[in-house]
Antibody, heavy 117, light 107 residues
Framework: QVTLKESGPALVEPTQTLTLTCSLSGVSLSSSGLRVNWLRQSPGKALEWLAR???????FYSTSLKTRLSISKDTSKNQVVLTMTNMDTVDTGTYYCARGANWLDPWGQGTRVTVSS | DIVMTQSPATLSVSPGESATLSCRAS??????LAWYQKKPGQAPRLLIY???IRATGIPARFSGSGSGTEFTLTISGLQSEDFAVYFC?????????FGQGTKLEIK
């Protein structure tokens, strides 16, 4: 059974950099065809796709957030890391990681991030 | 970006009855559409992919239909565990986009 779990700070100050970790179990990050996405949902808004990293280290980013995002993987730890720079109050929300190239399955439970001073 | 519009925002239905949830795309997404269920404190759960194929382990009371711009998720014989938020997801166009969700509540 494949599971994903997000972790990271619950509170971030404006202008700081957010670092989130997605820990995978039941599958290796080096498995051919594996793709891991980061998404978020801000209060009152629809889910927003942020970034994806593939087993072969290909990386894809949201066009609107590309300058602030960086996605990477640590195969030895079986983790995917997302960093988002210059955090703002509008970045408050729940951040999810999910496996998939088309439909997404499974997802993590999400980690809530509040941006506030 | 493709805008996914779900209706209604909230749907009140009695247990045992059926619920019909709609999702409309601002342009055709073919059948590259998925449905998910979200309960508080839980991970979103894939229900339907390719517009009409039930994901592994999903009960037969969940069914999806549609293509192009109009899609429907039908839940027959609602059970207590089905009351949740449902959202649609298109992955036909870059970037993939999501509907805002329909909250299915007990009437």
């Amino acid at each position: 059974q494949v599971t994903l779990k997000e972790s990271g700070p619950a509170l971030v100050e404006p202008t700081q950099t957010l670092t989130l970790t997605c820990s995978l179990s039941g599958v290796s990050l080096s498995s051919s065809g594996l793709r891991v996405n980061w998404l978020r949902q801000s209060p009152g808004k629809a889910l927003e796709w942020l970034a994806r990293i593939d087993w072969d280290d290909d990386k894809f980013y949201s066009t609107s957030l590309k300058t602030r995002l960086s996605i990477s993987k640590d195969t030895s730890k079986n983790q995917v890391v997302l960093t988002m720079t210059n955090m703002d109050t509008v970045d408050t929300g729940t951040y999810y990681c999910a496996r998939g190239a088309n439909w997404l399955d499974p997802w993590g439970q999400g980690t809530r991030v509040t941006v506030s001073s | 970006d493709i805008v996914m519009t779900q209706s209604p925002a909230t749907l009140s239905v009695s247990p045992g009855e059926s619920a019909t949830l709609s999702c409309r795309a601002s342009q055709s997404v073919s059948t590259n559409l998925a449905w998910y269920q979200k309960k508080p404190g839980q991970a979103p759960r894939l229900l339907i992919y390719a517009a009409s194929i039930r994901a592994t382990g999903i009960p037969a009371r969940f069914s999806g239909s549609g293509s192009g711009t109009e899609f429907t998720l039908t839940i027959s014989g609602l059970q207590s565990e089905d009351f949740a938020v449902y959202f649609c997801h298109q992955h036909n166009h870059w970037p993939q986009t999501f509907g805002q969700g329909t909250k299915l509540e007990i009437k």
